[in-house]
């Protein structure tokens, strides 16, 4: 099989990466790609807002299998234009795609079909906003209804930062038409999971969870970002609390967009919060998570082609998923200046001294040739991404791969993955009470 893969960063060289080792794959192109991925894959041009070209493309190559990394192209309705002219493409259609595409119809659609997610108000302009505030109280969270890029979600501590929040959405626009109107929520408090399912014409799939680190600065300090690394780990979901999200948030999700008339087919992205009243919807993206698939398809052993095939044929839940027990976890490297304006044009040495540590895979995000060297060319650059037999050992391993790299103002979260070390820690004291200072042993 031909496959396409739309989109240009690291969670696109992760399923180029895997496509790879697929038996049934032939050629495998992407779109527009990156430096990293053109090693890999033969890599074209494309306008991701303009779905008759991606279909033009998809023609040109000859791609009997097409899938969608970004959202833009699902919002903008790629999967329709393939489906008219009857191609086959792993992705929802525009209809279900408003799942990310617009926060306000994600938020009514969960309080339709009783799915748990955070009390919440529409506000359609700024006055009213200021209302609202006076209810919620703080912190409060406040929302673009449209798609920002990460910029669009505000937690505010003070009513200063919420009324600067409202203003630069509703007022200065510095959204654009995305914060024509907002969502302004009450703030959840736990731990952020990622749970996503592959979901197919009849059945759906589980991949293994996640956690993202989406602020800048460790301890989750500073402002959001498109996310700085992300770890895979068993010990993430507990088999009940898994259980509990698939017969709350899952279910109810793929049944109600079904019974509304708009059957959600591809990678389904649930950004859950684990409070004491139960897991929460947070976000719906519709599309995997970037950098979530990097530690995910280290993971995963089975063939991803077959699956994404399957998907569309109707097998997806005979088929199953095999994963690997190991950990993986990812490490982002970023440039200069970012989540703000970013450095470009620096030089990256180091890539292959990394992955010779074995179990290691650099996947590229914003890299670029000129002139025979690899450069930097956006925000997040690379995603070292390594698996261990353990989680320290992943995490240790990562980070020694990180040590090998180099570009000019290269910087990088140094804990990604503590919490789940935190969480295991815990686990053991409970396992070993006698370990605890103070505890008598036992006779
Ligand atoms: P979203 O794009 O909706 O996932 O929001 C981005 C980030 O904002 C999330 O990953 C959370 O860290 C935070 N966030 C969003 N909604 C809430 C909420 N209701 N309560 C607390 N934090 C939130």
């Given at each position: 099989?031909?496959?396409l893969v739309l989109g240009s960063?690291?969670?696109e060289?992760?399923?180029?990466?895997?496509?790879?080792?697929?038996?049934?794959?032939?050629?495998?192109?992407?779109a527009p790609?990156?430096?990293?991925?053109?090693?890999?894959?033969?890599?074209?041009?494309v306008d991701l807002s303009n779905p008759a070209a991606m279909l033009?493309l998809a023609?040109?190559?000859?791609?009997?299998?097409t899938v969608v990394g970004p959202e833009a192209p699902l919002v903008a309705g790629v999967v329709d234009e393939f489906?008219?002219?009857?191609?086959?493409i792993v992705g929802p259609t525009k209809?279900?795609a408003?799942?990310e595409g617009?926060?306000?119809?994600?938020?009514?659609?969960?309080?339709?079909?009783?799915?748990?997610?955070?009390?919440?108000?529409?506000?359609?302009?700024?006055?009213?906003?200021?209302?609202?505030?006076?209810?919620?109280?703080?912190?409060?969270?406040?929302?673009?209804?449209?798609l920002?890029?990460?910029?669009?979600?505000?937690?505010?501590?003070?009513?200063?930062?919420?009324?600067?929040?409202?203003?630069?959405?509703?007022?200065?626009?510095?959204?654009?038409?995305?914060?024509?109107?907002?969502?302004?929520?009450?703030?959840?408090?736990?731990?952020?999971?990622?749970?996503?399912?592959?979901?197919?014409?009849?059945?759906?799939?589980?991949?293994?969870?996640?956690?993202?680190?989406?602020?800048?600065?460790?301890?989750?300090?500073?402002?959001?970002?498109?996310?700085?690394?992300?770890?895979?780990?068993?010990?993430?979901?507990?088999?009940?609390?898994?259980?509990?999200?698939?017969?709350?948030?899952?279910?109810?999700?793929?049944?109600?967009?079904?019974?509304?008339?708009?059957?959600?087919?591809g990678?389904?992205?649930?950004?859950?919060?684990?409070?004491?009243?139960?897991?929460?919807?947070?976000?719906?993206?519709v599309r995997?998570?970037?950098?979530?698939?990097?530690?995910?398809?280290?993971?995963?052993?089975?063939?991803?082609?077959?699956?994404?095939?399957?998907?569309?044929?109707?097998?997806?839940?005979?088929?199953?998923?095999?994963?690997?027990?190991?950990?993986?976890?990812?490490?982002?490297?970023?440039?200069?200046?970012?989540?703000?304006?970013?450095?470009?044009?620096?030089?990256?040495?180091?890539?292959?001294?990394?992955?010779?540590?074995?179990?290691?895979?650099?996947?590229?995000?914003?890299?670029?040739?000129?002139?025979?060297?690899?450069?930097?060319?956006?925000?997040?650059?690379?995603?070292?991404?390594?698996?261990?037999?353990?989680?320290?050992?992943?995490?240790?391993?990562?980070?020694?791969?990180?040590?090998?790299?180099?570009?000019?103002?290269?910087?990088?979260?140094?804990?990604?993955?503590?919490?789940?070390?935190?969480?295991?820690?815990?686990?053991?004291?409970?396992?070993?009470?006698?370990?605890?200072?103070?505890?008598?042993?036992?006779?």
């Amino acid at each position: 099989m031909n496959v396409l893969v739309l989109g240009s960063g690291g969670r696109e060289h992760a399923l180029v990466w895997k496509l790879r080792e697929s038996q049934l794959t032939d050629d495998i192109f992407c779109a527009p790609g990156n430096a990293g991925i053109a090693q890999v894959a033969e890599c074209f041009p494309v306008d991701l807002s303009n779905p008759a070209a991606m279909l033009q493309l998809a023609e040109k190559v000859k791609a009997d299998l097409t899938v969608v990394g970004p959202e833009a192209p699902l919002v903008a309705g790629v999967v329709d234009e393939f489906q008219r002219a009857g191609r086959r493409i792993v992705g929802p259609t525009k209809a279900a795609a408003q799942l990310e595409g617009s926060k306000i119809f994600a938020k009514e659609f969960m309080h339709r079909n009783a799915i748990p997610t955070a009390r919440f108000a529409v506000v359609d302009d700024y006055e009213t906003g200021l209302k609202f505030l006076k209810e919620f109280g703080l912190p409060v969270v406040i929302k673009a209804d449209g798609l920002a890029a990460g910029k669009g979600v505000v937690v505010a501590r003070t009513r200063e930062e919420a009324e600067k929040a409202l203003d630069n959405f509703m007022v200065q626009k510095s959204l654009g038409g995305a914060g024509d109107q907002v969502v302004m929520e009450e703030c959840l408090v736990g731990e952020e999971v990622s749970f996503i399912v592959l979901a197919g014409n009849r059945g759906w799939l589980p991949l293994v969870a996640t956690q993202d680190h989406k602020a800048v600065f460790d301890n989750d300090e500073g402002p959001n970002t498109g996310g700085m690394g992300a770890y895979s780990d068993d010990s993430i979901l507990p088999e009940s609390l898994r259980q509990q999200i698939v017969g709350t948030v899952i279910e109810p999700t793929l049944a109600g967009m079904a019974a509304e008339g708009m059957p959600f087919q591809g990678f389904l992205y649930c950004g859950l919060m684990l409070t004491e009243e139960g897991p929460k919807v947070l976000e719906y993206n519709v599309r995997m998570g970037d950098p979530e698939t990097q530690p995910i398809m280290m993971r995963l052993r089975s063939d991803l082609c077959e699956m994404l095939t399957a998907s569309l044929g109707g097998q997806l839940a005979a088929l199953g998923a095999r994963w690997s027990p190991n950990p993986s976890v990812c490490v982002v490297l970023a440039s200069k200046g970012y989540p703000a304006k970013s450095e470009t044009g620096k030089e990256i040495s180091g890539i292959e001294a990394s992955e010779s540590l074995g179990g290691v895979k650099v996947f590229h995000a914003g890299t670029v040739f000129g002139n025979r060297r690899l450069l930097t060319s956006g925000g997040r650059v690379l995603g070292v991404t390594a698996t261990g037999e353990d989680l320290p050992k992943a995490i240790e391993k990562a980070y020694t791969a990180v040590s090998k790299i180099h570009f000019d103002g290269m910087h990088y979260r140094r804990d990604i993955g503590a919490k789940g070390l935190r969480r295991l820690n815990t686990a053991q004291e409970i396992h070993h009470p006698d370990n605890q200072a103070g505890n008598p042993s036992p006779a």
